[in-house]
């Protein structure tokens, strides 16, 4: 049998990659996109929901340990492509993957082996609306881990403790682990749901708008945790906030009707794009 | 004119504010109309049942009504005196004449006395065998019907045979209860060869409520917000894991309201049972007597309201009748409040804790 990443039996080796391997950042901070290894490998994506065509074509390279920024008009499909990354839309009926492939890892993600559970522990997700569960923070950020059959009350801690530290929430919250997550801010509860994912040591994160429903002081925290969380993994993160794409991302994707019309460093998309349809987006001209 | 407006904000008669009223009354003589039917159901049975279940002396309740069985009672003139007692009490005193008379050296007196079925004694065996057919089905249904509310609206994909099966479950929920007493009666007494028995009570009772606890479970898990399922599932849960953890407990409460209609329904209801479950009179309660522990399941009962029914049908009504037919649905009444109040109780803790 081959072992491909995310089959249920996972090769031990791979957990390793990540620790191993260097740093891709380059030492001034600002990674050049030729330097960067591909993560994930979306080649010639069609996807359908039912008779409807959501994207088209699609063919992106995701380095590792960079922010990737999907931006472009409501409707465009960045949610779309953001959910085929860690299978997501399975759970709608009638979707499917019409052509192409995502690999990660050079691991084609929809190949008949691959054991979506497996998928999801490394590709953790964040969504737009924040969704604690409604009980404690630390049952919250236990949640992956009790899943995966551990119980040691003195792991469990240990993994609170540098979740939500990883998460910037660990001195807002250390005195109240047990009080109810729902009782949290809207940028609390956030970052809860941050800090619930990088518990499960994912190698990607996935975050669809997390800073749309919050204020200008929680999204400064989010982003500011997003600077800090790229140098463990890998975010692809979707945003309308054209200024938050600019601020957190290394390289930005410019969607638009289900087509990808320009992929290129967060830089030359906002000073210098090719494309005039981006040009005009990220300009305000239209969208 | 009317008068000039004193100001800003002054009423104006206008036909908004007469519909606004007239509803208002409309609406308001309607839930009292309800309140005031309501209210003279029960307490027409509170007080025409009131005087079989309680007693003016202490303990104040009525302790042979509610733990003996039902016997025939007999109304007789005695040295004058109108008397009546119980069938056993009966037999007891005749002896008792019977040997005063031979002792004298007379003639045993006849005694000239009315019997009326079910008036004396207790109803006890029906309050066990209700209790038994509530908790019997009400774990069937409950059991059977989230199971496949689950599996309706997480596993299955939704197709037009799945939107076809539910259409089928909900005209289910429209069939009248002599019918689902026939289909018992045909599959479990007969085909089956449970006889008449709790087992096929259960189950009759069961498929009978069943529509009304998959609809309701169906509905409360559509309410669990769609972000706990997708938290759950992207943190690597399988779907099992995601429905225990993160739907079903936060569901449970608005399954446990449905099912609390579903258990006064299965308690009051007298059709499905009087093929399946139910004995007009059984000497020996559900414990006694039994072979093997298996014998209990295949084993008929008394239930309450199948009694309120074999009492009410002897014609001609008279008061001991009565007596004993509104002193049971008194005890019914309470008993469905009792266990409605424990699911109620069970629900308001269950909220507490899993609220969002
Ligand atoms: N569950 C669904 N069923 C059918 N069509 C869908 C579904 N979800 C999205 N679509 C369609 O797919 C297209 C892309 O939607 P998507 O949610 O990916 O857009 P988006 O770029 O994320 O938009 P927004 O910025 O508003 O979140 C839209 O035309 C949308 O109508
Ligand atoms: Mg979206």
């Given at each position: 049998?081959?072992?491909?990443?995310?089959?249920?039996?996972?090769?031990?080796?791979?957990?390793?990659?990540?620790t191993?391997?260097?740093?891709p950042?380059?030492?001034?901070?600002?990674?050049?996109?030729?330097?960067?290894p591909?993560l994930?490998?979306?080649?010639?994506?069609?996807?359908?929901?039912?008779?409807?065509k959501?994207?088209?074509?699609?063919?992106?390279?995701v380095p590792?340990?960079?922010?990737?920024?999907?931006?472009?008009?409501s409707g465009?499909?960045?949610?779309?492509?953001?959910?085929c990354?860690?299978?997501?839309?399975?759970l709608?009926?009638g979707?499917?993957i019409?052509?192409?492939?995502?690999?990660i890892r050079g691991?084609?993600?929809?190949q008949?082996?691959?054991?979506?559970i497996?998928?999801?522990?490394?590709?953790?997700?964040?969504?737009q609306?924040?969704?604690?569960?409604?009980?404690?923070i630390?049952?919250?950020?236990?949640?992956?881990l009790?899943?995966?059959?551990?119980?040691?009350?003195?792991?469990?801690?240990?993994?609170?403790?540098?979740?939500?530290?990883?998460?910037?929430?660990?001195?807002?919250?250390?005195?109240?682990?047990h009080?109810?997550?729902?009782?949290?801010?809207?940028?609390?509860?956030q970052?809860?749901?941050?800090?619930?994912?990088?518990a499960?040591?994912?190698?990607?994160?996935?975050?669809?708008?997390?800073c749309?429903?919050?204020?200008p002081i929680?999204?400064?925290?989010?982003?500011?945790?997003i600077h800090?969380?790229?140098?463990?993994?890998?975010?692809?993160?979707?945003?309308?906030?054209?200024q938050?794409a600019?601020?957190?991302?290394?390289?930005t994707a410019?969607f638009?009707?289900?087509?990808l019309v320009?992929?290129?460093?967060?830089?030359?998309?906002?000073m210098?794009?090719?494309n005039?349809?981006t040009?005009?987006?990220?300009?305000?001209?239209f969208? | 004119?009317?008068?000039?407006?004193?100001?800003?904000?002054?009423?104006?008669?206008?036909?908004a504010?007469?519909?606004?009223?007239?509803v208002?009354?409309?609406?308001?003589?309607?839930?009292?109309?309800?309140l005031l039917?309501?209210?003279?159901v029960?307490?027409?049975?509170?007080?025409?049942g009131?005087?079989?279940?309680?007693?003016?002396?202490?303990?104040?309740?009525?302790t042979?009504?509610?733990?003996?069985?039902?016997?025939?009672?007999?109304?007789f003139?005695h040295?004058?005196?109108?008397r009546?007692?119980?069938?056993?009490e009966f037999?007891?005193?005749?002896?008792?004449e019977?040997?005063?008379?031979?002792?004298?050296?007379?003639?045993a007196?006849?005694?000239?006395?009315?019997?009326?079925?079910?008036?004396?004694?207790?109803i006890?065996?029906?309050?066990?065998?209700?209790?038994?057919l509530?908790?019997?089905?009400?774990?069937?249904?409950?059991?059977?019907?989230?199971?496949?509310?689950?599996?309706?609206?997480?596993?299955?994909?939704?197709?037009?045979l799945?939107?076809?099966?539910?259409?089928?479950?909900?005209?289910?929920?429209g069939?009248?209860?002599?019918?689902?007493?026939?289909?018992?009666m045909?599959?479990f007494?007969i085909?089956?060869?449970?006889?008449?028995?709790?087992?096929?009570?259960?189950?009759?009772l069961?498929?009978?409520?069943?529509?009304v606890?998959?609809?309701a479970?169906?509905?409360?898990?559509?309410s669990?917000?769609?972000?706990f399922?997708?938290?759950?599932?992207?943190?690597?849960?399988t779907?099992?894991?995601?429905?225990?953890k993160a739907v079903?407990?936060?569901?449970?409460?608005?399954?446990?309201?449905?099912?609390?209609?579903?258990?006064?329904?299965?308690a009051?209801e007298t059709?499905?049972?009087?093929f399946?479950?139910a004995?007009?009179?059984?000497d020996?309660?559900?414990?006694e007597?039994?072979?093997?522990?298996?014998?209990f399941?295949?084993?008929?009962?008394?239930?309450?309201?199948?009694?309120?029914?074999?009492?009410?049908?002897?014609?001609?009504?008279?008061?001991?009748?009565?007596?004993?037919?509104?002193?049971?649905?008194?005890?019914?009444?309470f008993?469905?409040?009792?266990?409605?109040?424990?699911?109620?109780?069970?629900?308001?803790?269950?909220?507490?804790?899993?609220k969002?």
């Amino acid at each position: 049998m081959s072992a491909p990443t995310f089959s249920a039996s996972m090769d031990p080796s791979t957990k390793s990659i990540r620790t191993t391997s260097p740093s891709p950042t380059a030492p001034e901070g600002k990674p050049s996109a030729a330097v960067a290894p591909t993560l994930i490998d979306i080649e010639n994506l069609d996807f359908h929901y039912g008779a409807t065509k959501a994207l088209h074509g699609i063919t992106l390279k995701v380095p590792d340990r960079q922010v990737t920024a999907f931006i472009g008009p409501s409707g465009c499909g960045k949610s779309t492509l953001l959910r085929c990354l860690n299978r997501m839309n399975d759970l709608i009926d009638g979707t499917r993957i019409g052509a192409g492939s995502i690999k990660i890892r050079g691991v084609d993600i929809y190949q008949r082996d691959v054991d979506v559970i497996e998928l999801r522990k490394r590709v953790g997700m964040v969504f737009q609306k924040s969704n604690p569960f409604p009980k404690s923070i630390y049952e919250n950020i236990t949640y992956g881990l009790r899943l995966q059959g551990i119980k040691d009350k003195g792991r469990l801690d240990e993994v609170v403790e540098k979740s939500l530290r990883g998460a910037a929430l660990w001195d807002e919250v250390k005195d109240r682990l047990h009080a109810s997550g729902l009782g949290l801010s809207g940028g609390q509860q956030q970052r809860l749901c941050i800090a619930r994912t990088i518990a499960v040591e994912p190698e990607i994160i996935l975050m669809d708008e997390p800073c749309s429903a919050l204020d200008p002081i929680a999204t400064a925290k989010v982003e500011e945790l997003i600077h800090e969380l790229k140098l463990k993994y890998t975010i692809v993160i979707v945003t309308h906030n054209m200024q938050q794409a600019a601020r957190c991302s290394d390289k930005t994707a410019f969607f638009y009707l289900g087509k990808l019309v320009e992929f290129a460093p967060t830089r030359t998309i906002f000073m210098n794009p090719e494309n005039p349809q981006t040009e005009a987006y990220v300009s305000g001209r239209f969208g | 004119m009317s008068a000039p407006a004193t100001h800003l904000f002054q009423a104006k008669p206008s036909f908004a504010r007469t519909a606004e009223k007239g509803v208002f009354w409309l609406f308001r003589s309607a839930a009292y109309l309800v309140l005031l039917c309501g209210a003279l159901v029960f307490a027409d049975i509170v007080i025409k049942g009131a005087p079989a279940v309680f007693t003016t002396t202490f303990p104040f309740v009525n302790t042979v009504f509610l733990t003996e069985a039902p016997e025939s009672l007999y109304v007789f003139e005695h040295e004058g005196a109108k008397r009546e007692m119980g069938d056993r009490e009966f037999r007891a005193f005749r002896e008792q004449e019977a040997a005063k008379a031979a002792a004298q050296g007379r003639k045993a007196p006849e005694i000239k006395a009315t019997s009326f079925v079910y008036s004396a004694g207790g109803i006890f065996p029906c309050i066990v065998g209700t209790v038994l057919l509530v908790v019997g089905s009400m774990t069937i249904a409950l059991t059977l019907g989230v199971a496949s509310a689950i599996y309706l609206s997480e596993y299955a994909r939704q197709s037009p045979l799945v939107s076809f099966i539910r259409l089928a479950i909900l005209n289910l929920a429209g069939v009248p209860s002599i019918v689902f007493g026939l289909f018992g009666m045909g599959m479990f007494v007969i085909f089956l060869e449970w006889n008449v028995s709790l087992l096929a009570g259960w189950f009759t009772l069961a498929f009978m409520v069943l529509p009304v606890v998959i609809t309701a479970s169906e509905e409360s898990l559509k309410s669990v917000p769609k972000g706990f399922r997708e938290g759950s599932l992207a943190l690597g849960a399988t779907k099992w894991q995601t429905i225990r953890k993160a739907v079903l407990p936060y569901a449970l409460p608005g399954i446990l309201t449905s099912s609390i209609l579903g258990i006064a329904r299965v308690a009051g209801e007298t059709a499905p049972i009087m093929f399946t479950a139910a004995y007009v009179v059984r000497d020996k309660l559900p414990w006694e007597g039994l072979q093997h522990a298996g014998d209990f399941f295949f084993q008929g009962v008394m239930a309450l309201p199948y009694h309120i029914y074999v009492v009410s049908s002897k014609i001609p009504q008279n008061e001991y009748t009565e007596r004993v037919q509104y002193g049971t649905a008194f005890v019914f009444l309470f008993i469905v409040a009792l266990i409605a109040a424990t699911s109620i109780a069970l629900r308001n803790k269950l909220r507490g804790r899993y609220k969002w």
